[in-house]
């Protein structure tokens, strides 16, 4: 079986984290049992640009529950998770391409000998299989049926490439579920980043002023975890409508200029590109950390840092390096400017991507139906699967919810509301 991963003799490693993970996710654990008896993905060849963690090869184990066969390279060099690689190798004749740290021409090789299966299927988190397909093989475009895409980042790229009429295949927009918006985003990347920040620095949060850029999904999830742990947390935004609703909820809101001077940590979650840069740098205190929550490591101008310091970068503990600048004062930069949460930490936690991956694989099973009548766009998932997906995470979590009466919801027409007495 073809495959490129780091080191076979870890998969004992990959293999308990795996049963660890797949404890906390009934939801896939469900699916998969369906998927075993119903075989929606019979012979469908699949191919996943993931993070390479336990909670993806619980995903991709359900997949091949359901007739798939697997190929997976990883969606970040540094989130790879070799233990998780050897397991799939090892266990679950999954062909793995990933190894963390792999540069970036490597990174690109297992792109391509992931695509090399031909598939008929893809999974996405940042767009690179969908941007390799249509820049080194579009002689395999006609063979896609659709895919899925996890990050807002990739599904933006999505929609640029339909909006330009460059896209050649249907791509469901798996981010866009209410369900996957609202746990994925908020408490999973809260949680998850957070969580990178204090295994990378074990910093004391209490009493610090962490500064989030952006109040999107992610940003507000980190911005009330750091909040709940005695933060005092400032919002840096662009958008009038996200900046009032931050500043409603209770956070100071600066702009990143008045911000720089004022914070001990800061972390991007904006999407954007050079969300801190030289400007910003030049402001900070001694011994302020950075870091990113966003997909690509571009929201940190890291050559512009470089430029400042005239000694190399110091690795002063394994996810944070320190920038000397030239005025004496010392930068502390998280994981090189790539995502905090999963190149620090372990990423969201296996609950969390329970719900993710079920929308994922949900959405997946649906595409299969309808792709024959399906023209190249970004698509979201149906209303229905969504609510589908809440209902599964509630009764997972053993919560029991109301339905509304018949003819309830008719009192709120206009004709229909009780008339005032006399
Ligand atoms: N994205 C965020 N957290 C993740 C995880 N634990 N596994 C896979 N993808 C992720």
């Given at each position: 079986m073809p495959a490129d991963i780091a080191d076979p003799?870890l998969?004992?490693?990959g293999?308990?984290?795996?049963?660890?993970?797949?404890?906390?996710?009934?939801?896939?654990?469900?699916?998969?049992?369906?998927?075993?008896?119903?075989?929606?993905?019979?012979?469908?060849?699949v191919a996943a640009c993931l993070h390479v963690t336990?909670?993806t090869g619980?995903?991709l184990?359900?997949?091949?529950?359901?007739?798939?066969?697997v190929r997976l390279c990883a969606s970040n060099p540094l989130a790879t998770q070799d233990d998780t690689a050897a397991?799939l190798v090892?266990?679950?004749?999954i062909s793995v391409f990933a190894r963390r740290g792999i540069d970036a021409v490597g990174y690109a090789g297992h792109i391509a000998a992931a695509l090399a299966m031909a598939p008929?299927?893809i999974f996405d988190d940042g767009c690179d299989l969908v941007t390799a397909l249509h820049t080194t093989r579009p002689?395999l475009?006609?063979?896609?049926?659709?895919g899925?895409e996890e990050t807002?980042t990739g599904?933006?790229w999505l929609?640029?490439?339909?909006?330009?009429?460059?896209?050649?295949?249907?791509?469901?927009?798996?981010?866009?579920?209410?369900?996957?918006?609202?746990?994925?985003?908020?408490?999973?990347?809260?949680?998850?980043?957070?969580?990178?920040?204090?295994?990378?620095?074990?910093?004391?949060?209490?009493?610090?002023?962490?500064?989030?850029?952006?109040?999107?999904?992610?940003?507000?999830?980190?911005?009330?975890?750091?909040?709940?742990?005695?933060?005092?947390?400032?919002?840096?935004?662009?958008?009038?409508?996200?900046?009032?609703?931050?500043?409603?909820?209770?956070?100071?809101?600066?702009?990143?200029?008045?911000?720089?001077?004022?914070?001990?940590?800061?972390?991007?979650?904006?999407g954007?590109r050079?969300?801190?840069?030289?400007?910003?740098?030049?402001?900070?205190?001694?011994?302020?950390?950075?870091?990113n929550?966003g997909h690509f490591d571009v929201e940190i101008?890291v050559p512009?840092?470089?430029?400042?310091?005239?000694?190399?970068?110091?690795?002063?503990?394994?996810h944070?390096q320190?920038?000397?600048?030239?005025?004496?004062?010392?930068?502390?930069l998280l994981t090189q400017g790539r995502l905090v949460n999963l190149a620090a930490?372990e990423g969201?936690?296996?609950?969390?991507?329970?719900?993710?991956?079920?929308?994922?694989?949900?959405?997946?099973?649906?595409?299969?139906?309808?792709?024959?009548?399906?023209?190249?766009?970004?698509?979201?998932?149906?209303?229905?699967?969504?609510?589908?997906?809440?209902?599964?995470?509630?009764?997972?979590?053993?919560?029991?919810?109301?339905?509304?009466?018949?003819?309830?919801?008719?009192?709120?027409?206009?004709?229909?509301?009780?008339?005032?007495?006399?």
């Amino acid at each position: 079986m073809p495959a490129d991963i780091a080191d076979p003799t870890l998969a004992e490693s990959g293999r308990s984290r795996m049963a660890w993970a797949v404890r906390a996710m009934p939801i896939l654990r469900g699916i998969a049992a369906r998927f075993a008896e119903e075989r929606p993905f019979d012979g469908v060849r699949v191919a996943a640009c993931l993070h390479v963690t336990p909670e993806t090869g619980v995903f991709l184990r359900a997949l091949q529950a359901g007739g798939a066969q697997v190929r997976l390279c990883a969606s970040n060099p540094l989130a790879t998770q070799d233990d998780t690689a050897a397991a799939l190798v090892c266990d679950s004749g999954i062909s793995v391409f990933a190894r963390r740290g792999i540069d970036a021409v490597g990174y690109a090789g297992h792109i391509a000998a992931a695509l090399a299966m031909a598939p008929q299927l893809i999974f996405d988190d940042g767009c690179d299989l969908v941007t390799a397909l249509h820049t080194t093989r579009p002689d395999l475009l006609a063979g896609i049926r659709g895919g899925c895409e996890e990050t807002g980042t990739g599904v933006l790229w999505l929609r640029h490439m339909a909006r330009d009429g460059r896209l050649r295949f249907p791509m469901v927009a798996v981010n866009e579920n209410e369900t996957m918006r609202v746990v994925d985003n908020r408490y999973g990347t809260g949680q998850s980043t957070i969580d990178g920040l204090l295994r990378a620095t074990n910093l004391l949060l209490a009493g610090r002023t962490v500064v989030v850029a952006g109040y999107g999904p992610c940003g507000r999830g980190v911005a009330s975890r750091a909040k709940g742990m005695g933060a005092s947390v400032v919002v840096t935004e662009v958008d009038p409508t996200r900046a009032l609703e931050a500043a409603l909820e209770g956070y100071r809101v600066l702009p990143m200029a008045a911000a720089a001077a004022v914070g001990d940590v800061f972390l991007t979650a904006t999407g954007s590109r050079a969300v801190l840069r030289a400007e910003h740098f030049a402001q900070m205190k001694d011994g302020a950390i950075f870091g990113n929550v966003g997909h690509f490591d571009v929201e940190i101008d890291v050559p512009a840092l470089s430029r400042l310091s005239s000694s190399r970068p110091a690795p002063v503990r394994p996810h944070l390096q320190e920038y000397r600048l030239d005025d004496g004062r010392r930068l502390l930069l998280l994981t090189q400017g790539r995502l905090v949460n999963l190149a620090a930490a372990e990423g969201h936690p296996a609950a969390v991507m329970d719900l993710s991956f079920a929308g994922q694989a949900l959405a997946a099973e649906w595409l299969l139906r309808v792709a024959d009548s399906l023209t190249p766009d970004v698509y979201g998932i149906p209303a229905d699967l969504d609510a589908e997906i809440a209902g599964l995470v509630l009764d997972a979590m053993g919560i029991h919810i109301d339905r509304a009466v018949d003819g309830a919801l008719d009192s709120t027409l206009p004709d229909q509301r009780p008339r005032e007495a006399g």
